[in-house]
T-cell receptor
Framework: GESVGLHLPTLSVQEGDNSIINCAYSNSASDYFIWYKQESGKGPQFIIDIRSNMDKRQGQRVTVLLNKTVKHLSLQIAATQPGDSAVYFC????????????FGSGTRLQVQP | DADVTQTPRNRITKTGKRIMLECSQTKGHDRMYWYRQDPGLGLRLIYYSFDVKDINKGEISDGYSVSRQAQAKFSLSLESAIPNQTALYFCAIAEGGRDEQFFGPGTRLTVL
């Protein structure tokens, strides 16, 4: 999920396969991480989150993995469906005062039928 | 009904005009945020508010101002719009004590 300006990294998968979307975060002091899905013309939609005292968290068809040693976050989507096609953003938070999120630049997931 | 609504959804304006974007929420959450999204990039924080009397600048507040008229309403103003403020603008809300933010549908603003 590294930024390359206007050209989003794109992950193309076949329907039914598992998808893994990666994100390198910036601040070693970050203690909260979140994944959002954004479909065209819509606002970001919450998928799953994780705190820094965990290294794995599972939701429905999604799993987030956190590796604090290398500042890496991943989102795994099981049995990817066409409706999963969207841009996925990771975000981190380290400022307990304002509790704002700092977003990565996103990865586009394309699911081929 | 949506928890967070934004008006207008689309707006085209000219350089130098004053523009107000509005955000309303039905959840009663204390915290509200305004973000900007440019093509191919993530969201960047403009302003945030923890209650009606608390307004704070984010990373890119220059050229913008906000008003928290009530707990449920948080407006973003561009005092004198310029073309590089053309972007998608998102409002988000968060419950006190929790980190996850929930976003509105966005306003697409074009400054000619």
């Amino acid at each position: 999920g590294e930024s390359v300006g206007l050209h989003l990294p794109t992950l193309s998968v076949q329907e039914g396969d598992n998808s893994i979307i990666n994100c390198a975060y910036s601040n070693s002091a970050s203690d909260y991480f979140i994944w959002y899905k954004q479909e065209s013309g819509k606002g970001p939609q919450f998928i799953i989150d994780i705190r820094s005292n965990m290294d794995k968290r599972q939701g429905q068809r999604v799993t987030v993995l956190l590796n604090k040693t290398v500042k890496h976050l991943s989102l795994q989507i099981a049995a990817t469906q066409p409706g999963d096609s969207a841009v996925y953003f990771c975000a981190e938070s380290w400022d307990t005062g304002r509790r704002a999120l700092t977003f990565g630049s996103g990865t586009r997931l394309q699911v081929q039928p | 009904d949506a928890d967070v609504t934004q008006t207008p959804r689309n707006r085209i304006t000219k350089t130098g005009k004053r523009i107000m974007l509005e955000c309303s929420q039905t959840k009663g959450h204390d915290r509200m945020y305004w973000y900007r999204q440019d093509p191919g990039l993530g969201l960047r924080l403009i302003y945030y508010s923890f209650d009606v009397k608390d307004i704070n600048k984010g990373e890119i507040s220059d050229g913008y101002s906000v008003s928290r008229q009530a707990q449920a309403k948080f407006s973003l103003s561009l005092e004198s719009a310029i073309p590089n403020q053309t972007a998608l603008y998102f409002c988000a809300i968060a419950e006190g004590g929790r980190d996850e933010q929930f976003f509105g549908p966005g306003t697409r603003l074009t400054v000619l």
